[in-house]
T-cell receptor
Framework: DSGVTQTPKHLITATGQRVTLRCSPR?????VYWYQQSLDQGLQFLIQ???????AKGNILERFSAQQFPDLHSELNLSSLELGDSALYFC?????????????FGPGTRLTVL | KNQVEQSPQSLIILEGKNCTLQ??????????LRWYKQDTGRGPVSLTI?????NTKSNGRYTATLDADTKQSSLHITASQLSDSASYIC???????????FGAGTRLFVKA
């Protein structure tokens, strides 16, 4: 158990809908990362937050947005969902988010878009 | 274009044997290289992190090497166990270390 929690574990929804994925980092970790893992694309970095502020952005679509709250938990919002958005979404956290510290991954949220 | 390529795509070995997985990258500027182990359907677990100046790092039976000149890394697994069956993913960070590029992974099967 990495200490990172993600909810829900599974999510099934329809195209065009909007969903919110939630992540709670390990105690004491200030940085949160979001990743997408699909069968055809592998793991991709989406976005990173540090202490409430966006620090780095990867291949995140404009239909997706994220934020980190004052209590350090983070949410990833996915809107206008398409079939291709079906994937495992992982959240990871690290102590200071320098890009060189160890990242601890949560168990993931499996999103299925029908 | 920044890329990370891993080989082989998959590998089958007998329990107790050693194996080596390869990672070649074209990421520039280079910040650090990580190896992760990922069991099916679970989150990746960090094995090693290496910066430019480090050329070897060990974590138990896992030893990673880095040649920053040739932009190659390897992960050596010693005395494999059934629980080593997993995907091994090489990840390279560019610039300040905030943007990461993932390799497609090597799927390792350890058989009794």
């Amino acid at each position: 158990d990495s200490g990172v929690t993600q909810t829900p574990k599974h999510l099934i929804t329809a195209t065009g809908q909007r969903v919110t994925l939630r992540c709670s980092p390990r105690s004491g970790d200030l940085s949160v990362y979001w990743y997408q893992q699909s069968l055809d694309q592998g793991l991709q970095f989406l976005i990173q937050y540090y202490n409430g502020e966006e620090r780095a952005k990867g291949n995140i679509l404009e239909r997706f947005s994220a934020q980190q709250f004052p209590d350090l938990h983070s949410e990833l919002n996915l809107s206008s969902l398409e079939l291709g958005d079906s994937a495992l979404y992982f959240c990871a956290s690290s102590r200071v988010g320098t890009g060189k510290d160890t990242q601890y991954f949560g168990p993931g949220t499996r999103l299925t878009v029908l | 274009k920044n890329q990370v390529e891993q080989s082989p795509q998959s590998l089958i070995i007998l329990e107790g044997k050693n194996c080596t997985l390869q990672c070649n990258y074209t990421v520039s500027p280079f910040s650090n290289l990580r190896w992760y182990k990922q069991d099916t359907g679970r989150g990746p677990v960090s094995l090693t992190i290496m910066t430019f100046s480090e050329n070897t790092k060990s974590n138990g039976r896992y030893t990673a090497t880095l040649d920053a000149d040739t932009k190659q890394s390897s992960l050596h697994i010693t005395a494999s166990q059934l629980s080593d069956s997993a995907s091994y993913i090489c990840v390279v960070s560019e610039g300040g270390g905030f943007k990461t590029i993932f390799g497609a992974g090597t799927r390792l099967f350890v058989k009794a």
